[in-house]
């Protein structure tokens, strides 16, 4: 069973950057045609999809926050990482990790708690 697990610190200041980490266990990153993500949810508003990485290692992101995003892996830790730059408070959210091999996500961390104060 695929289990994601997300780790990074729980505040961060305006004009930083914003890094967490997934762990993948129970299944490789680089597996055929698994497509892995970072999604977010701030308070009181609906899932934002922030960007992706593929199993052969392309990139993408969402348009909006593609000036500010980077997702990069580690193969040999089956890890992928989020950064976010020039965080402000309007980027205080729950942040998901998530992977898929179907048209939907098959398998989601947990969540973590990320907020952006002085």
């Known amino acids: 069973q695929v289990q994601l697990q997300e780790s990074g610190p729980g505040l961060v200041k305006p004009s930083q950057t914003l890094s967490l980490t997934c762990t993948v266990s129970?299944?490789?990153?680089?597996?055929?045609?698994?497509?892995w993500s970072w999604i977010r949810q701030p308070p009181g508003k609906g899932l934002e999809w922030m960007g992706g990485?593929?199993?052969?290692?392309?990139?993408y992101y969402s348009p909006s926050l593609k000036s500010r995003t980077s997702i990069f892996r580690d193969t040999s830790k089956n890890q992928f990482t989020l950064q976010l730059s020039s965080v402000t408070p309007e980027d205080t959210a729950v942040y998901y990790c998530?992977?898929?091999?179907?048209?939907?996500?098959?398998?989601w961390g947990q969540g973590t708690q990320v907020t952006v104060s002085s």
């Open positions: 998530a992977g898929r091999i179907t048209p939907t996500y098959d398998y």
């Open positions: 990485i593929h199993y052969s290692g392309s990139t």
């Open positions: 129970g299944g490789s990153i680089t597996s055929n045609n698994y497509y």
